[in-house]
C-alpha cells in the first residue's frame, strides 16, 4: 500500500490490526455472524487509506461484505483529494472484485495531478473488467503514453491485446513488461499466454517454466502450461498441469479446465471425477450463509420468481436451447430474471432480453452483489445455467441468495456445492439408481429429454455421399480435446475393417493439431490419405459440412451434445457409447429420444461393432437422413411447449416442497 499505515485512533476499541485476528479467530471458529459484525464496525471506523484496510478488504470478500468494503472506500475518497491513498482504495476494491467502483477511484487519482502511467494502467485493468473495453483501451494507451518504459502499463495493454485477440500487439508490449521488470513472473506468464497463441510453443514453455518457481505466480503459470499443453494435444500433460494450478490456488480460473478435461479423460474412474467436482465445488460454497433464512411470498397461488444465471446468453449452444424454454414459459405462473455475467451482446442476447421480464448485467460485479440483488428481488428459485463452465457464477449460489437452487442444462455433471439443492435433468440422462450416486444436489428428473433446441442456419440435410460414390465418410465434430486413447483405438479398428473408408476431423485449426491427429491414426495403421481435417468454420459452413458425412461418431466419456443435435437436425446419425455418468449419457439421450437405439453402444466393441454393423445398410441410413429432422421433437413448436410445461412443473414442485418445509 502506498499511504502511511494508521495508528490505532478513538474510531476503534482496540487496535486495527488486533480486531482483523479477532475477525480471523472468528472465522476459522466458524463464529460468521460474529466476525462479520466486526468487520462491519471495523469498516465504520477508518478515516484513511492503509495497509489495514487493504487487509480488512480481503475478510470483506471473504465474509461476503464487498458492499460494506466499498461503501467505506468512497466515503474515505469523498474526504481526500490525495491520489495514492486514492489507487489504495481503488485496489481496496479490486481484491473484492468490485471492477467499476475500482475504476471510478482510479480515474478520480488521475484527475487528482497523478499524471503515473501506472494509475492509468491499473485505471485501463478496472475498466477492461468491469466490461467498459473503449474506456479500457484509451486507458491503457496514455498510460504508455506517458511511460513507454513502464512494465506495469506495457504489462496491462498487452494483457488487453491479448484478450483482444491481437497478438502480435500483446507479444510486442509483454516483450517490454518483462525485460523492464525481470523479476516480476506474473509479466511472463501473460507473454508465455501470448507466445502459446501465437503457436511459439518452445519460448513459451522454456518462459512458463521459468515462472513455476515464484510463489505468486505459480498457479498461473502452471495454468499456462495447461493451455501450452492442451495447444499441443498433450491432453493428459495439460490435466496435471490444470490439477496443479487448481491445487495451488483454487479459483474459477484454475478450476474449470482441470473438471472440464478430468470429464473427458478415460484414466479416471468414475468415482474419481465425482470426487474432485465435490472437493472443489465446495470451495465456493460459503459457510456463513448455510444458516441464511428467507422471507418469500409463500403463497401456493402467486406467480413466481425465477432467476436464471448465465455468461451465454449470447451467439452460444447454451441460447440455442434456454430460447424456446422462455418463449414457452408460462408467464402466467412465471416470471424470468435473466442475470448475465458476460460483456459480449449481439442478436441472440437481443432475442433472450425480450422473452425475460427482468435483465441483470453483473459482469464486473463481486459476487455479494450480485447475491444482494438477488435476494432484493426475492427470486424464488434460482436457477444455474453454467456449472463449472468459463465465467460462472458458483459463487453467488455460494452465498445461498435465493430459498431454491438448482442448476440446470450448462454442465455434464454435478457442481458440487452443498448450496445447490437440486439439478434438473431427465431420466435417459441421470437415470434413477445410477446417476444419484454422482450428484451432490438432488435430481429432479423432467419426463422427457431435459432442453428444446432452437437450431441457427437453412441449411437442408441433403442424400447420404457414398450412395453417389463417394468413400463412406465417418466424422467426428467434437472438441479435439474430447478424442483420448480409448477413442482412438475404437476408431483405429473401425477404420481397419473399412479399408475404403474416411475419416473427417472437425476443429482442427493448427498444422501441430493436424500432425498430433496424424500421428495417432498412424498408430492405428490408418494413413493420412484416409483423413479429412476441417478447421472451425461460420455456422452455415459448419452445417453444409454435414453434407459430407455419413456416419458420425461421437467421443466417450464426454459425448458431444449440441454437436449430436445438429448432426441429427442434418440428416447425420451418430453412434454413442453410454456410461453411467452424464457427460457419457448425452449422446444416448437425445439419440434415444429421436428412436435410434441401434446407434446406442454400452462397451467398446458394441461401438465399433454398431459402426461397422451401419456401414452395411446405407439405403437405411438414407432413409434416415430423410427422416431425422422430423424426429427431433425438440425443436417442433409443440414439443417445444410441452417440455416448457413439465420444467415449470419441476419449478412447482420443488417451490412447494420449499414452501411447505418454511
Not at 508490449?173 to 511459439?200: F, N, W
Not at 472438441?479 to 479398428?493: A, K, L, Y
Not at 429432422?629 to 412447494?656: H, N, S, Y
Request: glycine content about 6%.
Amino acid at each position: 500500500m502506498a499511504a502511511a499505515k494508521a495508528q490505532a485512533s478513538p474510531q476503534f476499541s482496540a487496535s486495527p490490526q488486533d480486531i482483523l485476528q479477532s475477525i480471523a479467530a472468528l472465522s476459522e471458529r466458524g463464529h460468521y455472524k460474529e466476525a462479520r459484525t466486526a468487520l462491519a464496525e471495523l469498516l465504520n471506523g477508518f478515516t484513511t487509506a492503509n495497509e489495514d484496510l487493504f487487509q480488512a478488504s480481503r475478510f470483506a470478500k471473504a465474509l461476503g461484505m464487498s458492499a460494506s468494503l466499498i461503501a467505506c472506500a468512497h466515503h474515505i475518497a469523498q474526504r481526500t483529494a490525495d491520489w495514492r491513498a486514492l489507487v489504495s482504495l481503488g485496489m481496496c476494491a479490486m481484491n473484492v472484485e468490485a471492477y467499476a467502483d475500482a475504476a471510478r477511484l482510479f480515474r478520480r487519482a488521475t484527475e487528482t495531478g497523478a499524471g503515473n502511467a501506472g494509475v492509468y494502467a491499473l485505471l485501463g485493468g478496472a475498466l477492461y473488467q468491469s466490461g467498459d473495453t473503449k474506456e479500457a483501451r484509451r486507458a491503457l494507451t496514455r498510460a504508455i503514453a506517458l511511460d513507454p518504459r513502464n512494465a506495469l502499463a506495457q504489462h496491462g495493454y498487452g494483457a488487453f491485446c491479448l484478450e483482444r485477440g491481437d497478438i502480435d500487439a500483446a507479444i510486442e508490449a509483454l516483450r517490454i513488461a518483462a525485460s523492464a521488470d525481470p523479476g516480476k513472473a506474473y509479466y511472463r506468464v501473460t507473454l508465455g499466454r501470448a507466445l502459446i497463441q501465437k503457436e511459439l510453443y518452445d519460448e513459451a514453455r522454456e518462459i512458463l517454466e521459468s515462472a513455476l518457481g515464484d510463489k505468486a505466480a505459480a498457479a498461473l503459470a502452471h495454468l499456462a502450461l495447461g493451455q501450452l499443453h492442451r495447444a499441443c494435444c498433450e491432453d493428459q500433460a495439460a490435466l496435471t498441469a490444470f490439477k496443479n494450478a487448481a491445487g495451488i490456488a483454487p479459483t474459477p480460473d484454475t478450476i474449470t479446465p482441470y473438471l472440464f478435461h478430468l470429464l473427458a479423460s478415460d484414466a479416471h474412474s468414475d468415482e474419481d471425477v465425482f470426487s474432485e467436482h465435490k472437493r472443489l465445488g465446495g470451495i465456493f460454497d460459503r459457510a456463513y450463509a448455510r444458516t441464511k433464512t428467507h422471507s418469500n411470498n409463500s403463497d401456493p397461488g402467486r406467480r413466481l420468481k425465477i432467476g436464471f444465471v448465465s455468461a451465454d446468453f449470447h451467439q452460444h449452444s447454451i441460447a440455442t436451447f434456454v430460447t424456446p424454454l422462455w418463449r414457452h414459459l408460462d408467464r402466467t405462473r412465471f416470471e424470468i430474471f435473466a442475470i448475465y455475467s458476460n460483456s459480449i451482446s449481439d442478436a441472440a442476447t437481443a432475442i433472450l432480453r425480450k422473452h425475460s421480464d427482468h435483465w441483470l448485467d453483473c459482469f464486473g460485479m463481486p459476487d455479494d452483489t450480485v447475491a444482494a440483488w438477488i435476494e432484493k428481488q426475492q427470486i424464488d428459485i434460482l436457477i444455474d445455467l453454467s456449472g463449472h463452465s468459463k465465467l460462472h457464477r458458483l459463487g453467488v449460489f455460494g452465498l445461498r441468495p435465493a430459498p431454491v437452487q438448482a442448476s440446470y442444462l450448462g454442465y455434464p455433471g454435478t457442481t458440487g456445492l452443498s448450496s445447490m439443492d437440486y439439478r434438473i435433468t431427465c431420466e435417459s440422462l441421470d437415470p434413477t439408481g445410477i446417476a444419484d450416486a454422482y450428484s451432490t444436489e438432488e435430481l429432479v428428473r423432467l419426463p422427457g429429454l431435459m432442453a428444446a433446441f432452437e437450431p441457427q442456419g437453412d441449411v437442408a440435410p441433403n442424400d447420404s455421399p457414398h450412395l453417389y460414390g463417394a468413400p463412406f465418410t465417418f466424422a467426428c465434430l467434437n472438441p479435439i480435446w474430447r478424442i483420448n486413447p480409448s477413442v482412438m483405438r475404437c476408431w483405429g479398428e473401425i477404420l481397419r475393417a473399412k479399408p475404403q473408408a474416411h475419416m473427417l476431423i472437425g476443429n482442427v485449426d493448427r498444422p501441430i493439431v493436424a500432425e498430433h491427429l496424424t500421428k495417432l491414426f498412424a498408430q492405428e495403421q490408418i494413413g493420412v490419405e484416409r483423413l479429412d481435417f476441417i478447421p472451425k468454420l461460420p455456422q452455415r459452413d459448419y452445417l453444409k459440412l454435414h453434407h459430407r458425412i455419413d456416419l458420425a461418431l461421437d467421443t466417450f466419456p464426454y459425448n458431444g451434445g449440441t454437436t449430436t443435435t445438429y448432426a441429427l437436425w442434418m440428416g447425420v446419425p451418430v453412434v454413442t457409447l453410454e456410461g453411467k455418468r452424464t457427460a457419457m449419457r448425452t449422446g444416448a439421450g437425445i439419440l434415444r429420444e429421436a428412436g435410434l437405439s441401434d446407434f446406442i453402444a454400452r462397451t467398446p466393441d458394441e461401438y465399433v461393432a454398431r459402426a461397422l454393423g451401419w456401414v452395411e445398410k446405407p439405403e437405411r441410413l438414407q432413409t434416415l437422413r430423410r427422416e431425422l429432422r422430423a424426429r427431433i421433437k425438440v425443436t417442433q413448436p409443440g414439443d417445444q411447449k410441452r417440455l416448457a410445461d413439465e420444467f415449470g412443473a419441476a419449478l412447482q414442485t420443488i417451490w412447494e416442497r420449499w414452501r411447505t418445509r418454511a
